[in-house]
């Protein structure tokens, strides 16, 4: 008998055909996907299956003070027809979330501006005074100070009593800094207000990107975070227009206040939805929630995705951190790994033998934390660094010193806006299919170029002549492309990387270490701007030129590609590996024998087409090959049909590794019945079955063996087929069924040797 594991039981293909006529079974297993269309399935069983239960994963206890805090409630979520419109849904939430955090970023674009603010705070005039300019730049930096506390408040919270949880409560905090900036009457006032709105901010921004990849899937984690970035600059974007506007009012006291107070119907829209919306899945099965969790995944997967091979997995790596969660979950030890004692065999100083020798270093499965800090963090600063806090929060007093009167100036800089919004658009179809490194590295390029030119013209724009207007305008469309560049390279990036990199345990908080980066590197940045400014005027941007070539390096040598991995098996390149160095931890990882160890290059969901080809090891090359003749992995990526060619290749090659090892008589009854399965009998084998499987875009033929090493991808195919034929693409007579349940249409002998039947369609 076959369990869901994919492992075979000790009984027989014959106790399997009792078991089955005994518990009057006579239809395939399906994907659980919906609660609104698995109940409809004539052919869904829920006995069939096996599931993953509470008591199979070892749970972290869930804070007691969760209890009594507002959160997620599986009574209170919604329901919606489809995967698909869920998925919407959650990306408007968390796109709502991020545009309030764009909104109160560009706020103070205009604000700054405001002779009626300034005089209030006691910062007027700013040009040529060092106190005010120090002052006004204070005022925008202790904003980014609030959001580093709140970040790391907000990361412990969520994985203490759920992301849900930690974002209602960062909203909360937001609110009442909100109040507080729309009222400011002096500037210690102010500053108060900003560091509270800084810290519910950052305990939304460390939060949310994390809540919303956790639920959406793996494939689609890049789009799903650009879309909810394309609003956070359509929220900035949105404050800007709105002071533009309000600057007409005579009222200059309204001009500013308004803009600010405006932030506070944001936050409540996100305060009263967020509570109808699912918890994550992990954090949930995390806390022994389990039946939840699945609930979660049947709502935000396809009706026709078998959702118990995710729930398993994410339970299976909850268990294999759960150790580690308890020494390693801290802040601290997640920077400053603990000392221990290790045993190294050595050998004798008189050349006899070896010895036992106890060693101190630092915790491994802390090493690999710090890194993954260091890597989210650094990214972070590096975002600032390419110059665009310089660009969005000083774009006016830039385009003024390309030569603009300031109304024209704050008019540019809000079409620079609206371009810079549609631009991050691209980073929807390119980020997940281009990989996250090249779209850094090539943003990172166009943008030094951009500045370089930017640089020199803006020289010649500040000096009076014939062709100042025409060097200024040059500087603006500059700035405008590098802000568009910006927007589909490197702004999404960053935010995405700390919610791939850390295993489930701490992935909360290595959400809010990236917004301690993102904290340290906008307040440095819009700190020292104003006198970057006034000191050396075009030289800002030749600045920024250097700076982007800079972190070019990094990018290449220091960051793995994720894209298209699942989560779970990122946190294999961590442990497999100990090198800062990409390339060099790759080979650690082909060395440990991991199969997905290109991690320089995009991942399509298998064996990278012709990647080992060249390496030298026999076993690579017959992979390569096995992957040639299949038509590529690219070409059926991480689909059922892509998971069965893979089990092909796989199952293939351990076939000949018992080939080779065989003896001559056992070589001759493996030509002729096949290798034995687990219970010693004959089954078929893929080996013989690779020659029907080639396929080229244009068509589709498949004769698939199910093994007892696949149930669940039996009933998949068995799935797509049927899905298939409705489509008109294919035809075909039989079903895959498990356990011998129907072969050809005939019904399966006691004694058949084949525990699960071999299906072959044709095209129509």
Same mark, same amino acid.
């Given at each position: 008998?076959?369990?869901?594991?994919g492992?075979?039981?000790?009984?027989?293909p014959?106790e399997?055909?009792?078991?089955?006529?005994?518990?009057?079974?006579?239809?395939?297993?399906? @994907?659980?996907?919906?609660?609104?269309?698995?109940?409809?399935?004539?052919?869904?069983?829920?006995?069939?299956?096996?599931?993953?239960?509470?008591?199979?994963?070892?749970?972290?206890?869930?804070?007691?003070?969760?209890?009594?805090?507002?959160?997620?409630?599986?009574k209170?979520?919604? &329901?919606?027809?489809s995967?698909?419109?869920?998925?919407?849904?959650?990306?408007?939430?968390?796109?709502?979330?991020?545009?309030?955090?764009? /909104?109160?970023?560009?706020?103070?674009?205009?604000?700054?501006?405001n002779?009626?603010?300034?005089?209030k705070?006691?910062? /007027?005039p700013?040009?040529?005074n060092?106190?005010?300019?120090?002052a006004?730049?204070?005022?925008v930096?202790?904003?980014?100070?609030g959001? =580093?506390?709140?970040?790391? *408040?907000g990361?412990?919270?969520a994985?203490?009593?759920?992301?849900?949880?930690?974002?209602?409560?960062?909203?909360?905090?937001s609110?009442?800094?909100?109040?507080?900036?729309?009222?400011?009457?002096?500037?210690t006032w102010m500053?108060?207000?900003?560091v509270?709105?800084?810290l519910g901010?950052?305990?939304?921004?460390?939060?949310?990107?994390?809540?919303?990849?956790?639920?959406?899937?793996?494939?689609?984690?890049?789009? @799903?975070?650009?879309?909810?970035f394309?609003?956070?600059?359509?929220?900035?974007?949105?404050?800007? %227009?709105?002071?533009? @506007?309000?600057? *007409?009012?005579?009222? !200059?006291?309204?001009?500013?206040?308004t803009?600010?107070?405006?932030?506070?119907?944001?936050l409540?829209?996100?305060?009263?939805?967020?509570?109808f919306?699912p918890?994550?899945?992990? %954090?949930?099965? $995390?806390?022994?929630?389990?039946? &939840?969790?699945r609930?979660?995944?049947?709502?935000?997967?396809?009706?026709?995705?078998?959702?118990?091979?995710?729930?398993?997995?994410?339970?299976?790596?909850?268990n294999?951190?759960?150790?580690?969660?308890?020494?390693?979950?801290?802040? %601290?030890?997640?920077?400053?790994?603990?000392?221990?004692?290790?045993?190294?065999?050595?050998?004798?100083?008189? #050349? !006899?033998?070896?010895?036992?020798?106890?060693?101190r270093?630092?915790?491994?499965?802390?090493? &690999?934390?710090?890194?993954?800090?260091?890597l989210?963090?650094?990214?972070?600063?590096?975002?600032e660094l390419?110059?665009?806090? +310089?660009?969005?929060?000083?774009a006016?007093?830039?385009?003024?010193?390309?030569?603009?009167?300031?109304?024209?100036?704050?008019?540019?800089?809000? *079409?620079?806006?609206?371009?810079?919004?549609f631009?991050?658009?691209?980073?929807?179809?390119?980020?997940?299919?281009?990989?996250?490194?090249?779209?850094?590295?090539w943003?990172?390029?166009?943008?030094?170029?951009?500045?370089?030119?930017?640089?020199?013209l803006?020289?010649?724009?500040?000096?009076?002549g014939?062709?100042q207007?025409?060097?200024g305008?040059a500087v603006?469309?500059?700035? *405008?492309l590098?802000?568009?560049?910006?927007?589909?390279?490197?702004? +999404?990036t960053? %935010?995405?990387y700390?919610?791939?990199?850390?295993?489930? @345990?701490?992935?909360?908080?290595?959400?809010?270490w990236?917004?301690?980066?993102?904290?340290?590197?906008?307040?440095?940045?819009?700190?020292?701007?104003?006198?970057l400014?006034?000191?050396?005027?075009?030289g800002?941007?030749?600045?920024?030129?250097?700076?982007?070539?800079? +972190?070019?390096p990094?990018?290449?040598?220091?960051?793995?590609?994720?894209?298209?991995?699942?989560?779970?098996?990122?946190?294999d390149?961590f442990?497999?590996s100990?090198?800062?160095?990409?390339?060099?931890?790759? !080979?650690?990882i082909?060395?440990?024998?991991?199969s997905d160890?290109?991690?320089?290059?995009?991942?399509?969901?298998? /064996?990278?087409h012709?990647?080992?080809?060249?390496? #030298?090891?026999?076993?690579?090359?017959?992979?390569?090959?096995? +992957?040639?003749?299949?038509?590529?992995?690219?070409?059926?990526g991480?689909?059922?049909?892509?998971?069965?060619?893979?089990?092909f290749?796989?199952?293939?090659l351990?076939?000949?590794?018992?080939?080779?090892?065989?003896?001559?008589?056992?070589?001759d009854?493996?030509?002729?019945h096949?290798?034995?399965?687990?219970?010693? $009998?004959?089954?078929?084998?893929f #080996?013989?079955?690779?020659?029907?499987?080639?396929?080229?875009?244009s068509? =589709?033929?498949?004769?698939?063996?199910?093994?007892?090493?696949?149930?669940?991808?039996?009933?998949?195919?068995?799935?797509?087929?049927r899905?298939?034929?409705? $489509?008109?693409?294919?035809?075909f007579? #039989?079903?895959?069924?498990?356990?011998g349940?129907?072969?050809?249409?005939?019904?399966?002998?006691?004694?058949?040797?084949?525990?699960?039947?071999?299906l072959?369609?044709e095209?129509?």
């Amino acid at each position: 008998m076959v369990d869901p594991a994919g492992t075979a039981s000790p009984t027989s293909p014959k106790e399997d055909l009792q078991h089955i006529e005994e518990s009057g079974v006579s239809k395939p297993t399906t @994907f659980v996907g919906s609660d609104h269309d698995i109940n409809k399935r004539d052919d869904y069983d829920p006995k069939d299956k096996e599931l993953v239960k509470d008591s199979d994963v070892l749970p972290v206890p869930q804070w007691w003070l969760a209890k009594y805090l507002p959160g997620y409630s599986p009574k209170r979520m919604l &329901e919606f027809k489809s995967a698909k419109t869920y998925y919407w849904a959650i990306n408007l939430l968390a796109g709502l979330a991020i545009l309030f955090y764009g /909104y109160d970023q560009g706020v103070m674009s205009l604000v700054n501006l405001n002779e009626d603010y300034l005089t209030k705070m006691g910062i /007027y005039p700013t040009v040529g005074n060092q106190r005010n300019t120090a002052a006004l730049g204070g005022i925008v930096a202790v904003y980014y100070g609030g959001s =580093l506390i709140g970040a790391l *408040f907000g990361g412990e919270l969520a994985d203490r009593a759920g992301r849900i949880t930690a974002i209602m409560l960062g909203v909360m905090v937001s609110i009442i800094g909100a109040v507080f900036q729309s009222s400011a009457q002096n500037i210690t006032w102010m500053c108060c207000a900003r560091v509270v709105t800084g810290l519910g901010v950052g305990a939304i921004d460390a939060v949310i990107p994390v809540w919303s990849s956790e639920v959406s899937s793996h494939q689609a984690r890049g789009s @799903f975070l650009a879309i909810e970035f394309f609003l956070n600059i359509a929220g900035l974007s949105l404050a800007y %227009w709105i002071e533009i @506007f309000a600057d *007409f009012n005579a009222n !200059k006291v309204m001009a500013w206040r308004t803009p600010l107070a405006l932030q506070i119907v944001f936050l409540l829209t996100i305060l009263i939805l967020i509570p109808f919306f699912p918890e994550s899945p992990r %954090w949930l099965a $995390k806390v022994g929630r389990v039946n &939840e969790a699945r609930k979660v995944l049947r709502a935000t997967r396809a009706a026709d995705i078998d959702i118990e091979p995710e729930l398993r997995s994410i339970v299976k790596n909850i268990n294999a951190d759960r150790e580690a969660e308890m020494e390693n979950n801290s802040y %601290w030890r997640m920077i400053w790994p603990k000392m221990v004692e290790i045993e190294v065999e050595v050998d004798r100083e008189d #050349g !006899k033998g070896t010895r036992i020798e106890v060693r101190r270093q630092r915790d491994k499965g802390q090493r &690999e934390l710090r890194k993954r800090v260091v890597l989210s963090v650094w990214l972070q600063i590096m975002q600032e660094l390419t110059g665009i806090g +310089v660009v969005t929060v000083y774009a006016v007093d830039l385009m003024q010193g390309a030569g603009f009167p300031q109304q024209e100036a704050k008019l540019l800089a809000g *079409f620079n806006d609206i371009s810079y919004m549609f631009c991050v658009l691209f980073a929807v179809f390119t980020l997940d299919r281009c990989g996250r490194r090249s779209t850094m590295v090539w943003g990172a390029l166009v943008m030094a170029l951009l500045l370089l030119l930017g640089g020199i013209l803006d020289k010649y724009a500040q000096q009076p002549g014939p062709h100042q207007k025409q060097f200024g305008s040059a500087v603006i469309a500059l700035v *405008f492309l590098y802000t568009g560049t910006f927007g589909a390279t490197w702004l +999404v990036t960053p %935010w995405l990387y700390p919610t791939e990199l850390f295993p489930t @345990f701490v992935r909360a908080k290595g959400g809010a270490w990236s917004v301690v980066g993102w904290s340290i590197g906008n307040g440095v940045v819009t700190m020292i701007t104003p006198f970057l400014v006034q000191a050396i005027g075009y030289g800002v941007l030749l600045l920024l030129f250097g700076l982007n070539i800079f +972190v070019i390096p990094f990018i290449i040598f220091m960051y793995p590609e994720t894209s298209g991995r699942p989560l779970e098996q990122i946190d294999d390149y961590f442990s497999n590996s100990d090198s800062w160095n990409v390339f060099t931890a790759s !080979k650690q990882i082909k060395d440990s024998g991991v199969s997905d160890w290109r991690w320089t290059r995009k991942y399509h969901g298998g /064996y990278e087409h012709g990647s080992s080809s060249d390496s #030298g090891n026999p076993e690579d090359e017959e992979k390569a090959r096995a +992957v040639e003749k299949l038509g590529g992995t690219h070409q059926h990526g991480n689909g059922i049909l892509g998971q069965l060619r893979r089990a092909f290749i796989d199952h293939h090659l351990q076939e000949r590794k018992q080939y080779d090892r065989a003896s001559k008589y056992d070589q001759d009854i493996i030509k002729e019945h096949g290798t034995p399965n687990a219970d010693g $009998k004959q089954a078929l084998t893929f #080996g013989n079955l690779l020659s029907k499987t080639h396929c080229k875009d244009s068509e =589709l033929r498949y004769a698939a063996l199910a093994t007892s090493l696949m149930p669940c991808l039996a009933d998949a195919l068995n799935m797509t087929l049927r899905k298939a034929k409705k $489509k008109g693409i294919v035809s075909f007579d #039989g079903e895959i069924l498990m356990q011998g349940r129907k072969v050809s249409g005939r019904t399966p002998e006691a004694d058949d040797d084949i525990p699960i039947v071999l299906l072959s369609e044709e095209i129509k």
